[in-house]
């Protein structure tokens, strides 16, 4: 897992360590040491600790304008043992709101597993993102972590499923990846409220 960075081609348009709104300002990384772990393997040293032992992000880019941030995560998703959604929550979804942020795509490419406890973080997540005009979606999940989610009912507050499961995002800009993704969640509510 050591050798799995974060998706790097967007830096030359926004860095988190440099974006004073940012929950990461002014972090400083080591590219020798690497630190971070999940469980008893070594994680590249610029994977973002939020405080899970098991969860950790990137955030890739966030346009203010547009009120969205794109964050990637690498790990296990562990509810039921360290409240990650909380973690997630506390140290980085909580401060960028606050900055006007409302619509947050959560790229799952390396998440591996996950595992729920309840719904209630993410229904209250939910209530308060919605109330702001935005809504947070789980792209590019592996199907056993889907009927996680599922089994946890969080499909009633997370835009999740087959047409956000294939999405080819690092081969676009943010912007336009970011489109498509807010087109695909639109056009799977209009096709569900038929």
Not at 47 to 69: C, E, H, N, P, R
Not at 73 to 99: P, T, V
Not at 118 to 147: C, K, P, R, T
């Amino acid at each position: 897992m050591h050798d799995i960075e974060p998706f790097f081609g967007w830096r030359e348009l926004y860095i988190a360590s440099e974006d004073w709104n940012s929950p990461f300002y002014k972090r400083e990384y080591n590219e020798f040491l690497f630190e971070n772990k999940i469980y008893n393997y070594r994680i590249h040293p610029q994977w973002d600790q939020i405080g899970s032992s098991t969860l950790y992000a990137k955030i890739l880019f966030v346009d203010y304008d547009d009120k969205y941030a794109m964050i990637e995560f690498i790990g296990e998703w562990n509810d039921c043992l360290y409240n990650d959604i909380m973690y997630a929550r506390q140290n980085m979804i909580d401060h960028m709101a606050s900055k006007g942020v409302n619509k947050f795509v959560f790229f799952c490419d390396n998440v591996l597993n996950f595992h729920g406890s309840d719904d209630a973080y993410y229904e209250d997540l939910y209530e308060e993102i919605s109330e702001l005009g935005g809504w947070i979606a789980m792209v590019n999940i592996f199907q056993h972590v889907e009927d996680e989610l599922i089994k946890t009912r969080l499909q009633y507050f997370v835009n999740f499923g087959e047409h956000l499961s294939d999405v080819n995002w690092r081969s676009k800009k943010p912007q336009l990846a970011f489109k498509e993704i807010e087109f695909l969640i639109k056009s799977q509510v209009k096709r569900l409220s038929y």
